[in-house]
Each structure stands twice: as structure tokens, then as C-alpha cells.
């Protein structure tokens, strides 16, 4: 019972939240200066007509509550500009599945890999694996993404030879996975590690090892489980930006995906692929930070959801 009030108490919460977002949103972006239509090669009386067709020409709260009124019923509208009368929720259902396949390994590379070296780096604190481990994160942080996808290109595609730049071809999906990793697995490297030494120090792991239990069944199953609470609070976010792809990694590598139309539905002032894409990507936030606090309860009972 306590579980289910608190599933329902989120969910109405993120009905709450994303309203504002939805609120917040359509009006910064009817701020913009110009319209959807300012780049068509027509006439000043063409452009006219389209702005009365999609009802611009309306005061804005007139155009906000129709919005919201269509959104209730799952219409997202069609697209201005990127893909003129296609519906919004068609374009991003169908850019979002090529992104959540590629998001999707990557997110477990960067699962996989970032808990391993952190704890590895944790375990062998200022001796050479911590070491090689701290200098691997900290570049792999500082590095930008564009800077991280040219790399690869120029050491796998064009010195080596060994991976094709275009995405279409088998084994183009390795370079731009790698892309949208990088970043998250170097984070949770160092959240990993933090954790482990902070948790290793704990009184209740002297009293396990006091007890005669192996150091593997010391560090693996108490100290381990216990330190990734931090991890879990940053896979709810992670998990939502990488399935919904990066820009730069789907740009450079011409993934057919959603991170794409982020920046190009701003500058080609496509208000209902803002809008559409801004509510799918905070619902999708939302989702996932829900289940990640479930998780909490999952990794330690101890932790209550009231």
C-alpha cells in the first residue's frame, strides 16, 4: 500500500511538473521573434495565409488552450517546417526508436564499464590502477563530445579503416555508441569510486569481516550494493538524455535519430516539434526518476517512501 500512495502521489506530481513545462515552454517560445514561415521562398500574402491556417495569427492564450485541449487527446500537431504535415508524434516515435537502440547500448557500456573501473579505482586507492583509472575519467570528462566523435574517426575510420562512417553500414552504430558513452561512463567511474571508498570506511564492513566473511563477499555484496545509491540517482537523468540520443554524436555520425531535430526545431522556429519534443523528453525524465526511487527501495529497504 505504502508503495502504491507513493507511485500515485509521483505520478500526479509529474502531471503537475509537466504542465508547467508545457506552460513555461509555449510561451518562451512564441517570444521568439518571427514566425515558422519566415524562411519560405513565398510571398508576403502566402505567408499570411499559412499563419491564419495554423491559426498564428490568434492571440496567444487563445492558441495556448487550443494546444492544450488537443494535447489531452494525444495530438501533438503537425510539423511546420523540418517535415511540413507530417503529425509530431509520428516523427518523434519513429526518430526515438532509432535513438533508444543506440541509446540503449550505450547506456549499458557505460553501466557496465563505469561501475567496473570505479571499482576497481576504489579498491586499489593511490596505487597504479587508481591511478590509470582517475586519468582515463578525468580526460574523458573534460573532453567535449565533437572532440571525443572526431577522435574516433580519425583513429577507426580513417587511420585504421576498421569501422565505416556511415551509419547505415554494418558496425556504424560502434562509433557513435561510443560517442554517447564516453561522457557517462567517466562520470560514473568517479561516482563509483567515491562511493566504494566512502562506504569501505563503514564500521558494519569490519564487523562482516570480523565475523570471518570472505573479502570478496564483503566488498561485492555489502560494500557494493550500498554505494550505488549515488549511482541510481544519476541514472534517471542519464538514462532519459541518452535514449533520446545526443545531438553531437547523431549529427557527426548521421544517425537518423531524435537528438537531431533538438537543436534544428529551435532554429527552424518548428513550434509544435518544440513542444512535442520538449513534453516527450521531461515525461521521459520523469519516468525514469520514478523508477530509479523504486530502485532505492529495491538496493536498500531501509529507505522509506514517505
Known sequence: MQLSRYIIKRILLAIVSI????TITFFLMNLMPGDPFMSEKATEESRQKLIEKYGLDQPIYIQYEKYLKNLVKGDMGTSYVLQKGREVRTIIFESFSVSMKLGVRALILAVIAGITLG??????????????????????????SYVVAAILMIVLAVSWNILPLNYN????????????ATYPTC?????????????MNQDYLRTERAKGMSEFVVVFVHALKNSLIPVITYLGP?????????????????????????VSSISGRDYTMIMGITIFYST??????????????????????E
Open 119 to 144: 571499482c576497481i579505482a576504489g579498491l586499489t586507492k593511490d596505487r597504479l590502477p587508481d591511478g590509470l583509472v582517475r586519468i582515463f575519467s578525468s580526460i574523458g570528462i573534460s573532453m567535449p
Open 187 to 199: 562520470y560514473l567511474t568517479r561516482l563509483t569510486r567515491a562511493s566504494i571508498l566512502e562506504v
Open 169 to 180: 553500414k554494418p558496425g556504424g552504430w560502434i562509433m557513435p555508441m561510443l560517442t554517447l
Open 19 to 22: 504542465f508547467a513545462i508545457v
Open 284 to 305: 521521459l525524465i520523469v519516468i525514469m526518476n520514478l523508477v530509479c526511487d523504486i530502485l532505492y527501495k529495491i538496493v536498500d529497504p531501509r529507505i522509506s517512501f
Open 238 to 262: 542519464l538514462t532519459a538524455s541518452i535514449l533520446t540520443g545526443g545531438f553531437v554524436a547523431e549529427s557527426v555520425f548521421s544517425v537518423p535519430g531524435l537528438g537531431r531535430y533538438f
